[in-house]
C-alpha cells in the first residue's frame, strides 16, 4: 500500500505542472489597472533563456495608441539594468499584474529615460485573431503614436556581404527599416516552443541567407500567437514566416538599446500586421518565390550557388529578390569595379500570359558590375509585382550569372552593305564593322528584309548597339518632337494588356545586339499611332472586344506587322549607331 501510495504521488507531481501549464491565461482589463500596481515583464536578453524584470504602473494614456489606450509604466531591476533600459527587440514581452496579462512593451522614448515605456492592452491584441485571413497585402498608412516612440524593430542579416547590407539598408529606407548584419544561430541550439516571452521572428527571406525582425511573444492560445504590441509593416492581412529566434545579446545604446540576434527555424506564418501588433499560427507557412542562383566569375574558376524563398509580398520581394542576388555575386567575386557580365533568368508564375519569362543579356559596369547585373532581372520582378491586371503566384526562378573581370565592349565604326538598290520583300545583307575595347576590328553581318509594303524611294537603316536609345526616342525624349502627340500616347499606354506588357519587356533589345532597323521619322511608329480616332463601341462590338481581351491574356500576343527591324547577338557590348541609305525600287 505504501509502494502504491508513493507511486500515486509520483505521478501527481508528474502530472501538476503540465495541468497549471494548460491552465487558461486570465487578463487584467485596463480599467482595472491603477498607478502604483507592480508587476513583472519576460523577455530574452541573451541566448534562448526566459528572465523577468519589474514593471511599476504610472498611468493611463487614453485614446493615445493605435487602437485605444496605452499604459505608461516604469521598468526596473537586474535585466533592466544589465540593458540599459527597455530595448529594440523587447516590444511583444508580456507584462502580468497579479498574475495576469495586461499587455505588451511596445513604446518607448529616445535619448531620454529608456526605462519609461507604453504596453499596449492585451484586449486590443486580442482582436487582431478575429480579422479576416485573405492575404491582402495591401499597403496601410502606418500612423505613429504622437509624442512616443514605437520600439523599433530590429532588422537581422545573415549571410549577407557588407557591399549587399547596404545595398539592402537602401531599399528597405522607405520602409524605415534598418538591417543589422549578424551571423546565424548556434548549430548546437535546440530551440523549445514558443512561450510568452520567448524571442520571435518574422522573416522575409530564408534559406542559404536570411532577412527578419526579431520581437517577443505576448500571448499563445493554441496555435494562434501574439506579438510585437505593435506593427511591423502595417500592411495588414500579410504572409511572413513566424520562426523561432536567438539572442547573441542586448546592447546598451545611448539612444536605444537593442537586441542582436538571429531568427532560428520557421515555426508558422504571421498573418495579420496592424497596429497592435502580429499575429500568427504555428504550423500554418507562406506562400513564397522560390530563387535558384548560379554566379561563376570566369576570371578565378570559383562558382557559388545559393536558394532561397522569398515571402510573396509585392512591395517587398522585387528589391529583397535583387538584393539576394547582388550578394551572391559580390560574394562570388569578392571585389568591387568594372566589369563584363551574362545573365539569364527563367521566371515561372501562375496567372500571367505565357507562364513563362526567358531573359539573356549583357551588362557591363566601369564601376560596380553586381549592381549593374542584377538591375533587369529587379525590372523584371517589379513589372509582375506592379502590374495592374491581376496578383500572379511566382513558382519558381532560376538565374544564372557569369562575370569576367575583361572589358568586352566594342563601337560601331561603320555600316555597309553591297545591295545598294534592293525590292520590297528582299533581304540584304548589312555589313557591321565593330572595333572592340583594345581590339583590332571585327565585322558582323546582319540579314534585313525589306518589308513588302516598303514604298519607292530611298530608305535610311538606322543601325545601332541594342543597349542605346533609338535617335527618334532620343528627339522625343528632348521634346523636340511635338509634346502633345507624346501626351496622345498615353491613352495607348491604359488600353495594353497584360499580355502586351509581357510581351514588350521580351522585345526589348539586348546590350549586345546590333540592331538595325528603318529610319522614316514616322512618328506612329515612334510613341505609338495617337492620330488615330478610338473606335466607337457598339454593344456587340463591346462583346468581341471583352472577348479578346480574355484571349490575349492567356499569352504573349505575337506581332503580326512586318517586322521592320532585326538583331544579331555578339560577344560584346555594343555602342554607338550609324545610318545607311538603301534605294527601293518597285517590283517589276
Known sequence: MFRQCRLALLVFLLVLPVSLGQAATEFMPVDEIKPGMQGIGKTVVSGTKLEEFGVEILGIMENKGATGDLILVRTYGDVIDRTGGIAQGMSGSPVYINNKLIGAVAYGWA??????????????????????????????EKTPVPGFEELA????????????????????????????????????????PLEPGSAVGVELVRGDVSVGALGTVTYIEGDKVLAFGHPFLKKGNVGYFMTNAYIFTTINGLENSFKVGTVGEAVGIINQDRGSGIAGKVDQYPAVVPISMEVEDKGTGKKQEAAVQVVQDEQLFPALSATTLFNVIDKTIDRTGSGTAKVSFEISARNMPGEVIKRDNMFYSPANIGEAAVAEFFDAMSMLASNQYNPVDIMDVKVNVS?????????????????????????????????????????RVVPFKIPVDQPEGSLTLE??????????????????????????????????????????????????????????????????????????????????????????DTSVKKDTKVKRKNSLATDYLISGDTQIVINVEKNK
Open 111 to 140: 535619448l531620454t529615460d529608456h526605462k519609461i515605456g507604453m504596453v499596449t492592452p492585451i484586449g486590443d491584441m486580442l482582436k487582431l485573431w478575429d480579422m479576416p485571413d485573405r492575404y491582402n497585402s495591401s499597403t496601410v
Open 153 to 192: 524593430t530590429p532588422i537581422m542579416v545573415s549571410g549577407f556581404s557588407e557591399h549587399a547590407l547596404t545595398m539592402l539598408q537602401d531599399k528597405l529606407k522607405p520602409l524605415n527599416l534598418a538591417p543589422y548584419g549578424v551571423g546565424e544561430s548556434p548549430s548546437t541550439i535546440k530551440f523549445d
Open 403 to 443: 562575370v569576367d573581370d575583361e572589358r568586352r565592349t566594342a563601337d560601331i565604326v561603320e555600316a555597309h552593305t553591297k545591295n545598294i538598290t534592293a525590292k520590297p520583300g528582299e533581304t540584304i545583307d548589312i555589313s557591321v564593322n565593330l572595333k572592340p575595347f583594345r581590339g583590332e576590328t571585327i565585322t
Open 463 to 552: 543601325v545601332r548597339g541594342g543597349g542605346m536609345v533609338p535617335v527618334l526616342q532620343l528627339l522625343a525624349k528632348n521634346q523636340v518632337i511635338d509634346e502633345e502627340l507624346i501626351t496622345l500616347n498615353k491613352s495607348k499606354d491604359k488600353n495594353k494588356k497584360f499580355a502586351d506588357v509581357v510581351s514588350d519587356f521580351l522585345a526589348r533589345d539586348r546590350n549586345n545586339d546590333i540592331v538595325v532597323e528603318i529610319f522614316d521619322m514616322d512618328i506612329a511608329d515612334i510613341i505609338g499611332d495617337a492620330t488615330k480616332q478610338p473606335k466607337k463601341h457598339t454593344n456587340e462590338n463591346k462583346k468581341q472586344d471583352n472577348n479578346a481581351d480574355k484571349k490575349s
